[in-house]
């Protein structure tokens, strides 16, 4: 049963219209922020900031105080006129959001994706071979995000439908709606005008661009590693390997995309050997079509993630995938930097 919202509960989601009534009757002004009252506000907008500048994982912890350094992180990232920053503030926030409703009660759940998309979420309750189904949506709602996700188990055919609605579990429902919930953010942050900021506040919003890289566009990039392939690639190569089955689509991808990155024909066709009905004559005749030397000698294009996604063959990141248009952006250009920290990391450990 749904509950009133507690100011812990708007400090988790600051981006509900409680929270910013919250904010409105508070009078915050802007000329206020720059007084030591503030101070512990302020600061945390900063970080808050800060982490989507650098491309950190978004911390959990929350306090009352969030409400406000919601909004002041919002001010703080308008008066720095970086869209590129607005759009990874917002993924950030979102990322935030969807680990915290991971602990989350029903209710709360229910209500934030409501907030988010207006569509009718419901608690459902049912349990099927242990796995509990805790939400329901209905169908047609489920059908217009659903195909953007090419594993088997987001067919509608794979699912428990019942009475118009597709029931969910938990991590199914918040992954259905990630992306909704980080638009939302977007578009609040983006209709706030931002007045003129007292000196101090100005010095932080030139740390902050100080701090923010320039976005580059990594569009072909020969030689570039497999570490660096995008997931639908590296799922591809994976299922080659173990020498499945691929359809036709799939080995055309993975021959444009493997010769835009530098690969030669040899090494393509090479590459195709574990498919279980190789025939190398037919292969290195495709690749060198598609490599533009047969034929009208028309170098083939890498298809657009879209058409990859059309032929259900998209494992979208997240994070690395986010706001690219083709296979060769990949990692996008908010995340290039996140990623090779987290190969450092993780070399660090082994
Ligand atoms: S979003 Fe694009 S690059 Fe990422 S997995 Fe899907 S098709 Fe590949």
Same mark, same amino acid.
């Given at each position: 049963?749904?509950?009133?919202?507690?100011?812990?509960?708007?400090?988790?989601?600051?981006?509900?219209?409680?929270?910013?009534?919250?904010?409105?009757?508070?009078?915050?002004?802007?000329?206020?922020?720059?007084?030591?009252?503030? /101070?512990?506000?302020?600061?945390?907008? +900063?970080?808050?900031?800060?982490?989507?500048?650098?491309? !950190?994982?978004?911390?959990?912890?929350?306090?009352?105080?969030?409400?406000?350094?919601?909004?002041?992180?919002?001010?703080?990232?308008?008066?720095?006129?970086?869209?590129?920053?607005?759009?990874?503030?917002?993924?950030?926030?979102?990322?935030?959001?969807?680990?915290?409703?991971?602990?989350?009660?029903?209710?709360?759940?229910?209500?934030?994706?409501?907030?988010?998309?207006?569509?009718?979420?419901?608690?459902?309750?049912?349990?099927?071979?242990?796995?509990?189904?805790?939400?329901?949506?209905?169908?047609?709602?489920?059908?217009?995000?659903?195909? !953007?996700?090419?594993?088997?188990?987001?067919?509608?055919?794979?699912?428990?439908?019942?009475?118009?609605?597709?029931?969910?579990?938990?991590?199914?429902?918040?992954?259905?709606?990630?992306?909704?919930?980080?638009?939302?953010?977007?578009?609040?942050?983006?209709?706030?005008?931002?007045?003129?900021?007292?000196?101090?506040?100005?010095?932080?919003?030139?740390?902050?661009?100080?701090? +923010?890289?320039?976005?580059?566009?990594?569009?072909?990039?020969?030689?570039?590693?497999?570490?660096?392939?995008?997931?639908?690639?590296?799922?591809?190569?994976?299922?080659?390997?173990?020498?499945?089955?691929?359809? /036709?689509?799939?080995?055309?991808?993975?021959? +444009?995309?493997?010769?835009?990155?530098?690969?030669?024909?040899?090494?393509?066709?090479?590459?195709?050997?574990?498919?279980?009905?190789?025939?190398?004559?037919?292969?290195?005749?495709?690749?060198?079509?598609?490599?533009?030397?047969?034929?009208?000698?028309?170098?083939?294009?890498?298809?657009?993630?879209?058409?990859?996604?059309? /032929?259900?063959?998209?494992?979208? /990141?997240?994070?690395?995938?986010?706001?690219?248009?083709?296979?060769?952006?990949?990692?996008?250009?908010?995340?290039?930097?996140?990623?090779?920290?987290?190969?450092?990391?993780?070399?660090?450990?082994?």
């Amino acid at each position: 049963m749904a509950s009133e919202l507690g100011l812990y509960d708007l400090a988790k989601y600051p981006f509900l219209p409680e929270a910013g009534e919250y904010v409105r009757s508070h009078g915050l002004s802007v000329g206020a922020l720059a007084q030591p009252d503030y /101070h512990a506000i302020l600061e945390r907008a +900063t970080q808050r900031v800060m982490e989507a500048a650098r491309g !950190k994982d978004p911390s959990e912890e929350v306090d009352e105080k969030d409400i406000l350094s919601f909004a002041v992180s919002i001010l703080l990232v308008k008066a720095t006129k970086l869209d590129h920053l607005l759009s990874r503030f917002a993924l950030t926030e979102a990322i935030r959001v969807e680990k915290l409703l991971s602990k989350e009660k029903p209710w709360m759940i229910e209500r934030i994706v409501e907030a988010s998309t207006s569509i009718d979420v419901s608690q459902a309750n049912l349990e099927l071979a242990g796995r509990p189904l805790e939400f329901k949506v209905p169908v047609s709602e489920y059908l217009k995000r659903a195909p !953007k996700f090419s594993s088997d188990k987001w067919r509608l055919l794979n699912q428990i439908v019942d009475g118009g609605y597709v029931f969910l579990t938990r991590p199914d429902l918040i992954r259905l709606f990630r992306e909704e919930i980080s638009k939302t953010i977007y578009a609040r942050a983006k209709s706030v005008s931002v007045p003129k900021l007292p000196d101090a506040l100005e010095k932080i919003v030139n740390e902050i661009v100080e701090a +923010t890289p320039t976005p580059k566009r990594l569009e072909y990039e020969r030689g570039r590693k497999p570490e660096d392939y995008p997931p639908c690639i590296v799922h591809l190569l994976e299922s080659q390997s173990k020498s499945e089955n691929i359809p /036709h689509f799939g080995r055309f991808f993975m021959a +444009t995309y493997l010769l835009n990155v530098g690969k030669t024909v040899d090494e393509v066709v090479e590459m195709h050997k574990t498919v279980p009905d190789f025939d190398e004559r037919v292969a290195r005749y495709q690749v060198e079509h598609i490599a533009g030397l047969r034929g009208g000698r028309t170098k083939y294009k890498v298809p657009t993630c879209r058409t990859v996604i059309s /032929h259900g063959m998209c494992y979208k /990141h997240p994070i690395y995938c986010y706001n690219i248009r083709s296979p060769l952006q990949y990692p996008s250009k908010y995340s290039a930097k996140l990623l090779r920290g987290k190969r450092k990391e993780k070399a660090g450990k082994e």
